[in-house]
């Protein structure tokens, strides 16, 4: 079956950095997206990843490795605004979105 | 983990044409759910929130007289895409929302692709 896994809740600091792990298995994959969510809202594109690597923007940085099924979210300089839901969505072979449940990320000042 | 599904997955159709998509939550009860559009590597664009046995809300912008919107029961939203033209070919994600003990979490289905020729 497909499967996106992620954390369910994580915790950090104002100004510290945090890295949100997401990792999948599907039928195929043709990207990987991360998605910012505050209560209440539609999700906000934040990156795609097709490549492996690290894509930088600003203080987000999203990575990829396709051979590990393995993503993560790198936020730095962490601000209040910051908390909200980090939604992690692979698009499989035939385009469809296979979704994880979310991280949750608290920011505590 | 919740699962929401949509039907159909992909759908092409002609210019002038009706389409519609089907949102149902599987394993548990929606009083909420969520249509959502997405271009190409941008954010989901809400746009109407249904709730079952009432009316939906639209976002500023879409026409409801031409996305019409029905959340018939707990499990089944559908969204009718009348009269497609070109432009409104898009990726159509729907979402449902489980309320428990006060919390609410929106569960995304895996899409439509609809291309209208």
């Known amino acids: 079956g497909q499967n996106i896994d992620q954390p369910t809740e994580m915790t950090a600091t104002e100004g510290a950095i945090v890295q949100i792990n997401c990792t999948y298995q599907t039928s195929g994959f043709n990207g990987l997206f991360w998605y910012q969510q505050h209560a209440g809202e539609a999700p906000t594109f934040l990156s795609y990843n097709v490549l492996d690597g690290l894509e930088e923007k600003g203080r987000f940085s999203s990575f990829l490795s396709r051979s590990k099924g393995y993503s993560y979210l790198l936020l730095k300089e962490l601000q209040m605004k910051d908390s909200a839901s980090y939604l992690c969505?692979?698009?499989?072979?035939?385009?469809?979105?296979?979704w994880g449940a979310g991280t949750k990320l608290i920011i505590k000042p | 983990g919740a699962v929401v599904s949509q039907h159909p997955s992909w759908v092409i159709c002609k210019s002038g044409t009706s389409v519609k998509i089907e949102c149902r939550s599987l394993d548990f009860q929606a009083t909420t759910m969520f249509w959502y559009r997405q271009f190409p590597k941008q954010s989901l664009m809400l746009m109407a929130t249904s709730n079952e046995g009432s009316k939906a809300t639209y976002e500023q912008g879409v026409e409801k007289d031409k996305f019409l919107i029905n959340h018939a029961s707990l499990t089944l939203s559908t969204l009718t895409v009348t009269s497609a033209h070109p432009e409104d070919s898009s990726f159509y994600i729907c979402s449902a929302a489980e309320l428990a003990g006060g919390a609410d979490t929106q569960y995304f289905g895996p899409g439509t692709r609809l291309t209208v020729l």
């Open positions: 969505a692979v698009l499989d072979s035939n385009y469809q979105l296979i």
